[in-house]
């Protein structure tokens, strides 16, 4: 069974119709967690978009060879097979950009959407389709993180990427755990209520 | 039976080909990140000392390392230094041995070639012929003594404290009289943006400046840090530049009192905050037995 969606389709398919944040509502620790600021989410963004695109490549070239019913520990392996590498690469050749990264990295063994996407899509299609499918979800995922940290670094400390922008803060609740929760179902349901909007302006065109 | 053979088989192909590619990952990477963890280190430890690239560190400013061992033999242990020899601190080293309360029990000399006791390795087999046999060691911790032109300047203590999820690495710097005068965060997993901001210079530098007495009571306090006080801790950030003037009039204000707690990581604060009182305590009071056994045996070392 190949996708009959074209390279860019899959890429784009990523970021808007099945978002890994807004859409599939998956790895929702980090989305939580970890988006209080724009900074972060771009960090730990890369870091998925990475790993992403290795593991899906890894598992899409290693299919066939995939016992069924072992599929999940597979899975993890290859995931933390990556993890680790990226981690060890990173710290050597990027340390500036590793004091910033290193705790980001570590933490994607356990995410949701990487899981997910070599169960439902590179365990069944080429090679190439699921590179595009890995970029697709890892842009998708940071998308969806910068979004939860603009909005909760602004809200919750007026500033956007450290820089001073409000002045105050208006709500230091935003930058806390539990306001991740609040942020992911409003926008959840703002980016539902742009797309109603779109459908109907379109059945009524 | 046959898929238990293939799913054994399949599952052991993977796991070997995951630590081929792991293992040669590590092969190829490890040289390049203890070089750079070394030298962060450096940069650290003399960055705490109040030096840059713009300043640089004077030449008489001399860096000692002081080993710290665990000896066993039978069912006592003791302490072990390995100190260097004042005068020929590159060829050989005087490994003193100290009982639990405080007692000299004796010291061998141990011949390390030069840069052999940067080396673990090396440096445990060097101690281990001196001492002989039927005595073990077990390799404690590591602590820099700094000085300038032959005067104790500074001591820079490398520590571990477990935080809110694993271990916490600091380098902490005390001045001669255990006052601090800087903390660094070497190496942690906090969560990001909770107890990872321990990083931060509005909380790391809290510490800065509390005298001995002031850290064996310092607590957490949960009040939210005032403006000025952070403006003082973060002299690089902000939009208008302060007076160095102005900075310590504002840290002397807030010397004697608690460290404020991060928001929403009241753990990691906490933890930081008992991690440096007990090193800082434990180092003093090793090193005063240190200085009298070394005193009391006439043993020359160069700090």
Known sequence: ?205 | MKDIATIIFRLTISCLLAGLVMGAAFVFTNKAKLHNAEQREQQVMLGLLGYSAAAPAPETLALHPLHRYIVTSGETSAIGYLVPVKGREQAGAVFVEISLDGAFLGQQPVSLAAGQAAEAGARDAAIAAALGAGKSLRYADQTIIVTEAGKRRAYLLSGEFPGFKTFIDVVLALDPAFTVLGLEIMEHEEDPGLGGEIVQGYFKNQFQGKTFEALKKLGVVKTPLPEEYRRALEPAKGGEAISPEEIARVQALYQDKDIYALTGATISSRAVTSGVKAIAGKFAYRLAILDKVLAEQHIAVPF
């Open chain 1, 1 to 205: 069974m190949a996708t009959d969606k074209t390279n860019l389709q899959l890429v784009v398919n990523g970021i808007l119709n099945e978002n890994p944040i807004f859409r599939l509502v998956l790895s929702m620790c980090p989305a939580v967690g970890i988006s209080t600021t724009v900074m972060n989410g771009f960090m730990l963004g890369i870091a998925v978009l990475f790993v992403q695109v290795f593991s899906s490549c890894t598992i899409a070239i290693f299919k066939n060879k995939i016992h069924p019913r072992i599929r999940i520990p597979t899975y993890t392996l290859t995931i933390a097979t990556w993890v680790t590498v990226i981690d060890m690469v990173l710290a050597a050749y990027l340390p500036e950009a590793y004091a910033r990264m290193g705790i980001f990295v570590k933490l994607i063994v356990a995410f949701a959407i990487i899981t997910m996407r070599l169960e439902m899509f590179a365990c069944k299609e080429s090679v190439t389709a699921s590179f595009w499918d890995g970029i697709g979800m890892g842009l998708g995922f940071m998308f969806g993180m910068m979004a939860l940290g603009f909005v909760r670094e602004l809200l919750g400390l007026g500033t956007i990427l450290g820089y001073d922008v409000l002045g105050f803060k208006p709500l230091l609740f935003f930058v806390l755990p539990f306001a991740g929760f609040f942020c992911v179902g409003l926008m959840m349901g703002f980016f539902n209520w742009i797309e109603l909007r779109y459908k109907r302006a379109k059945q009524g065109a």
